[in-house]
């Protein structure tokens, strides 16, 4: 090839990569050798410290990522946990009861109870009175598994007795059974 002159030939067509969508990020602050950083005040809650409703809340995420951190060995959720306790007590029970009891949409439900059998802890069937319906039972599996939880879930029950005070978690179990029937 003459310097100076180009190459001139078919270009091999290459798939084109989806272009990288960035977050643009924010500089870090700089800090200046000797001077003093400012101390960041926590943010004012305002009404929702007064709201009742703010502080339950508050306490079932902490309840909920404790329980989670108690089930994550078994590699089970605390709403997958709700579905065998309810099936173990209601043998042959009806999946749609079950997303009734538990508040769980039926699609939602639906695909926890794929999750569960698939897993071989559940068997679910077409029942023998509605063949529209399906009813569950716990597998011998799904028994030994929930046997194997139980203690987990006493011992999450424990650190919230611990964190609010036994006599503390005894009043909020009694004040909050009021809500444990409605559905």
């Not at 270009?11 to 000797?34: C, E, Y």
């Not at 559940?122 to 011998?140: G, K």
Request: aromatic share 6%; net charge positive.
């Amino acid at each position: 090839m003459q310097p100076g002159k180009a190459r001139v030939g078919k270009r091999i067509a290459r798939p084109r990569r989806a272009a990288r969508v960035t977050k643009p990020s924010r500089p870090a602050p700089r800090v200046v050798p000797g001077t003093k950083t400012a101390k960041v005040k926590p943010l004012d809650l305002g009404d929702l410290s007064q709201l009742l409703g703010y502080s339950i809340r508050r306490a079932q995420l902490w309840i909920f990522k404790e329980f989670s951190r108690q089930l994550a060995a078994f590699e089970i959720s605390p709403a997958q946990f709700s579905v065998l306790c309810v099936i173990d007590a209601n043998p042959g029970v009806n999946q749609l009861a079950v997303a009734q009891l538990l508040s769980i949409e039926r699609a939602g439900l639906g695909r926890l109870v794929d999750h569960l059998e698939g897993r071989g802890l559940v068997r679910r069937t077409a029942s023998a009175i509605n063949r529209r319906y399906y009813v569950l039972y716990l597998t011998e599996a799904g028994t030994a598994l929930l046997g194997r939880l139980r203690p987990a879930a006493a011992e999450s029950d424990k650190a919230l007795a611990a964190k609010i005070g036994p006599r503390a978690y005894k009043e909020l179990q009694r004040a909050l059974s009021v809500f444990v029937g409605d559905a």
